[in-house]
């Protein structure tokens, strides 16, 4: 049986493939998964993910017109805390998957849930697709290749490590080994009650 990261690094492959199509910030989302399933859970995690990849690109464009700028920073603030929301939806898809199991007596709890490492394996797969892109790139220096080429090396073994350390999260909080709590991330800045910029006015 194929382990959850076998599964869900090809839907992010996939989306990844799919934005660069068209390689632009505003084209819609096409999502082929089942609504409301793991697989269009992660579809929309990476899809977010891309979007915002190339948002930062563009914000740090050294001739980016100011108006534009602040415009594109509330779009990665909305794009940030969609990426939250749906990492928490995510970990409720956890929790409910895992809710019969009972933890054993010396069960601890891991430092990070399972959907936020699967946040981290998500960016990561971003990660080795542009790294990818520098090392194939014509037009650059083979001394820039070669050190794209070293980098991607540690990225592809960062995608071993991360995606076996969350296998192993799962399969530890199937057998009870381990128990996970979700938290609320609680971002202050967003909410108009907490931000004294915001409640001051």
């Not at 382990?3 to 390689?23: G, M, R």
């Not at 930062?56 to 805390?81: G, H, M, T």
């Not at 050190?147 to 009870?176: M, P, R, V």
């Amino acid at each position: 049986m194929a382990t959850f990261t076998a599964k869900a690094w090809p839907i992010f492959e996939q989306v990844i493939a799919d934005y660069h199509k068209t390689d632009c910030v505003d084209t819609p989302i096409n999502n082929p998964y089942e609504l409301r399933s793991i697989a269009y859970y992660l579809y929309l995690k990476c899809w977010i993910d891309t979007v915002q990849w190339h948002f930062e690109d563009l914000i740090r464009d050294p001739e980016i017109d100011p108006v534009a700028a602040l415009a594109l920073k509330r779009r990665i603030d909305k794009s940030n805390q969609d990426r939250t929301d749906l990492v928490e939806l995510i970990d409720s898809y956890f929790l409910d998957t895992y809710k019969e199991v009972t933890p054993q007596p010396d069960a601890t709890i891991n430092t990070e849930t399972p959907a936020w490492a699967v946040d981290r394996l998500s960016i990561l797969s971003l990660k080795i697709y542009h790294m990818r892109e520098q090392v194939e790139r014509t037009d650059a220096t083979p001394e820039h290749r070669a050190k794209c080429t070293e980098k991607l090396n540690t990225l592809l073994e960062q995608q071993k490590d991360l995606s076996k350390a969350l296998d192993t999260l799962l399969d530890d909080i199937a057998a009870g080994r381990k128990y996970m709590k979700l938290y609320k991330q609680m971002k202050m800045y967003n909410d108009p009650a907490t931000n004294p910029v915001l409640y001051g006015k």
